[in-house]
């Protein structure tokens, strides 16, 4: 399958992805679509899950077929004026790059929320280290962390994309949110768990910089209850108490709602 980026304008891309849909013939493409991120807003103490576009002005179209993609394009009117004004620039996109996209975002397009929660009780940390468990999308970019911004809820990431140095903001879920309970659209979010966690050091350098040093991975075992605050009990997995994340045994993966 080969990926092309399609770059427009900031705030176009919608327009662009219904254009293409409407106007260009479905045999001469795979799939057309933007890629969409959640982020979390905190208002009057709660979390609030939105989407936004990921990378702003760009789609990404999908071909089958190998072969130069904008002479297809360049036979739609509606493409082919956009093209000629400036308004649209077709990029094929490496096997890397299109694996690493795939890998954060899924066939949804959506790159979910990461879970980064403290071990509050220090396990197997030493003094100045902070630990913490990690899943989700920012499993598979703990080497290009930059910063963490905890109380704005997301990672900044430096990753370098179809030949440009990207920056990449990184929506996560900490503590507090998972006892508190987060909302998407007025409702509570079902959200759920990866297979597994990454372990997390974030220690401080002489500096005073951060050094983020990932661990080992785990895999939780079916019935396991565990706590945002750092314990694991053995449960059978049909109730827990707000802020507890939980692995069912008939629905390995899923969160327990909270709140």
Not at 5 to 29: D, F, Q, S
Not at 192 to 209: F, S
Not at 216 to 237: F, R
């Amino acid at each position: 399958m080969q990926w092309y980026l399609l770059k427009t304008w900031t705030g176009r891309e919608e327009e662009l992805v219904k254009e293409i849909r409407r106007t260009m013939p479905a045999y001469m493409y795979e799939n057309v679509f933007i890629i969409y991120t959640e982020r979390i807003w905190r208002r009057q103490g709660r979390s609030i899950v939105h989407t936004e576009p990921l990378f702003h002005g760009c789609a990404f179209l999908t071909c089958r077929e190998p072969g130069p993609v904008w002479h297809r394009l360049e036979r739609v009117p509606f493409l082919s004026q956009w093209m000629a004004a400036g308004y649209l620039s077709v990029y094929p996109l490496m096997e890397k790059d299109a694996e690493f996209l795939q890998r954060i975002a899924g066939d949804e397009h959506l790159m979910r929320l990461s879970y980064v929660l403290r071990e509050r009780n220090g396990l197997n940390g030493t003094e100045g280290t902070d630990r913490y468990r990690v899943s989700g999308p920012l499993e598979y970019c703990l080497e290009d962390i930059d910063n963490i911004e905890f109380r704005k809820r997301f990672v900044k990431l430096h990753k370098r994309l179809w030949g440009e140095d990207m920056v990449i903001a990184m929506g996560i879920v900490l503590n507090e949110d998972m006892e508190q309970g987060v909302v998407c659209e007025g409702i509570e979010a079902d959200m759920k768990m990866p297979d597994g966690w990454t372990m997390l050091e974030i220690r401080k350098a002489a500096d005073g910089k951060c050094l983020y040093v990932s661990g080992e991975k785990t895999l939780p075992e079916k019935g396991m209850i565990y706590s945002v605050n750092g314990k694991a009990d053995s449960a059978d997995g049909t109730e827990c108490p707000a802020g507890t994340i939980t692995v069912l045994p008939e629905t390995y993966g899923e969160i327990a709602r909270v709140g």
